[in-house]
């Protein structure tokens, strides 16, 4: 089971903490799997205000301001 297929409290929680996972796909995938859970197209693409927050900075690694971007995104 995929944790996008279970609305349980426990694969919500998994879904809000991998979001500051340090890979960008992840971070895509995961705020998908939450729009979708909350009954929002799945579509990254289509809400500027979470994609502007879960994207990469341009170089090098993510720093601790941009992990709390990554938080911001989902709350």
Same mark, same amino acid.
């Given at each position: ?13 998994? $879904?809000? !903490? ?13 705020? &998908?799997?939450?729009? +979708? ?8 693409? $289509?809400? !500027? ?13 993510? &720093?601790?301001?941009? +992990? ?8």
């Amino acid at each position: 089971m995929h944790l996008c297929e279970s609305d349980s409290p426990e694969a919500v929680e998994a $879904l809000l !903490e991998a979001v500051k996972d340090s890979d960008y796909l992840i971070r895509v995938h995961v705020c &998908s799997s939450l729009l +979708y859970l909350h009954g929002f197209k799945p579509d990254i693409s $289509l809400y !500027e205000d979470i994609f502007e927050n879960i994207i990469t900075p341009e170089e090098g690694e993510s &720093s601790e301001g941009d +992990y709390k971007k990554y938080e911001v995104a989902v709350n």
